[in-house]
């Protein structure tokens, strides 16, 4: 138990556009899911935390216009990136949190934006 | 602010080669530690939990230990498959918000 799913596994856009995530928990009700951005070579870097049918908690200096969340079930969250540029690409990758303290991740999102 | 650290930064093992890997911590209220694997692209894989100094548990050839300052990952007689990048986390509030280190890079050589 406790899959996470991420979708799209890897997408590339343009300049400007923006780009939806998905993020789903197979097998549970996640209390709580969370988004991070992981450069290469380096560590998870925590973005936002939401939780169902509330605004999601971001952390210091991350955008919440560009990075917008939706939570908008137990088992579904969505990051979208709003007028995504160049810097923007990165691995997102999201966990869920299904009542204990542990988070099960996703596979990851790769995203580059030419 | 919470912090951890963990070292070594990279270890080459030979195959069967036993070894340990460090996460040190500073938190305000610890309520959870917690180790995954990570594999080149793909996201993080759990491992363990542990909660309280002294707790100890053990998975195949990985057994994860605790005390007030670190947690230790040792790897018994290791395997290629093994290789992997193993991230620590500690987490302090209620909302289970996870603080990472920078990773252990694991490569086993057969």
């Known amino acids: 138990g406790a899959v996470v799913s991420q979708h799209p596994s890897w997408v590339i856009c343009k300049s400007g556009t923006s780009v939806k995530i998905e993020c789903r928990s197979l097998d549970f009700q996640a209390t709580t899911m969370f988004w991070y951005r992981q450069f290469p070579k380096q560590s998870l870097m925590l973005m936002a935390t939401?939780?169902?049918?509330?605004?999601?908690?971001?952390e210091q200096g991350v955008e919440k216009d560009k990075f917008l969340i939706n939570h908008a079930s137990l088992t579904l969250s969505t990051l979208t990136v709003t007028s995504a540029h160049p810097e923007d690409s990165s691995f997102y990758i999201c966990?869920?949190?299904?009542?204990?303290?542990?988070?099960?991740f996703g596979p990851g999102t790769r995203l580059t934006v030419t | 602010e919470d912090q951890v650290t963990q070292s070594p930064e990279a270890l080459r093992l030979q195959e069967g080669e036993s070894s340990s890997l460090n996460c040190s911590y500073t938190v305000s209220g610890l309520r959870g530690l917690f180790w995954y694997r990570q594999d080149p692209g793909k996201g993080p894989e759990f491992l363990f939990t542990l909660y309280s100094a002294g707790e100890e548990k053990e998975k195949e050839r990985l057994k994860a230990t605790l005390t007030k300052k670190e947690s230790f990952l040792h790897i018994t007689a290791p395997k290629p498959e093994d290789s992997a990048t193993y991230l620590c986390a500690v987490s302090s509030d209620s909302w289970g918000k996870l603080q990472f280190g920078a990773g252990t890079q694991v490569v086993v050589t057969p």
């Open positions: 966990s869920a949190r299904r009542g204990g303290h542990e988070q099960y």
């Open positions: 939401s939780n169902e049918g509330s605004k999601a908690t971001y």
